[in-house]
């Protein structure tokens, strides 16, 4: 019975360590975001994705950034797909909508590190109307690119 008094005092220090870590990777405070590479016909995409993902991490992050050379970690990435297609359709078989869909593989990794935390595909899409009368392609693209530097920044917050 003393012994499991002794213990549960332990396991409660525990958990609050545990519940109050918001670092996914507690010994990693920079990170240096590498200029994104670019697979599509679309010259703008990698620059858009490298500068929001910057922005994000300058405005108050859980990591700080740094150059190549001082960084804890390099997050990088390939801008692999954009696509616009028809989305919803008239009774008659018309499009109404197209739909917008950016997919970027993205890696982070210790600096220096052979393997990385996680290197996986992510996806940003939006929509807009064919005559574009509430919104516009571009207005569509700069959307979808938003949604990928957030969910780009939800794994970086969660690992």
Known sequence: M????????????????????????????????????NETDRFELPSAITEGLI???????????????????????????????????????????FRVTVRARVRFERAGADSPFWDYTVEGFATYPMDESTKSESQAIDEAVSMLISRIMDRLRTG
Do not use: N, Q
């Open 55 to 97: 922005g994000e991490l300058h405005s108050g992050s859980i990591l700080k950034l740094a150059t190549r050379e001082r960084a804890h970690s390099v997050l990088s990435g390939t801008v692999t797909h954009f696509g616009s297609e028809a989305y919803t359709y008239t009774a008659g078989e018309e499009p109404l909508d």
């Open 2 to 37: 003393k012994k499991l008094i002794a213990i549960i005092p332990l396991l409660a220090l525990c958990a609050c360590w545990y519940s109050f870590t918001l670092k996914p990777y507690p010994d990693i405070d920079t990170v240096f975001v590498d200029s994104f590479a």
